[in-house]
């Protein structure tokens, strides 16, 4: 499974973003795919997760103002970002968790999401 992700920006305080994060390969493996991010010094963390069966989990720093969903065919995953503060400064990562796995072992490039005060 290969994933990209794309859609990253600078936008000020109380904007919105779009991610967008193509996925290809044998996405009937995939349990799930999410949104990680990393700021600088701090570990990367899951942001959101959306399963094969359309569930979803959000970090509780995101929740109601990041919206993960996906197409049905798994083509493409998003990540609507709304109310951006400058604490959602990162690297977003795309990433695909295979069914039966214990985490994620497929990784896309960052995309780097900046929001200015």
């Known amino acids: 499974v290969q994933l990209q992700a794309s859609g990253g920006g600078s936008v000020q305080a109380g904007g919105s973003l779009r991610l967008s994060c193509a996925v290809s390969?044998?996405?009937?493996?995939?349990?799930?795919t999410g949104w990680f991010r990393q700021a600088p010094g701090k570990e990367r963390e899951l942001v959101a997760q959306?399963?094969?069966?359309?569930?979803?989990r959000y970090a509780d720093s995101v929740k109601g103002r990041f919206t993960i969903s996906r197409d049905n065919a798994w083509n493409t995953m998003y990540l609507q970002m709304n109310s951006l503060s400058p604490e959602d400064t990162a690297v977003y990562y795309c990433a695909g968790r295979r069914m039966f796995s214990s985490g994620y072992m497929y990784w896309g490039q960052g995309t780097q999401v900046t929001v200015s005060s």
């Open positions: 390969g044998r996405t009937s493996n995939l349990y799930a």
């Open positions: 959306i399963t094969s069966g359309g569930g979803t």
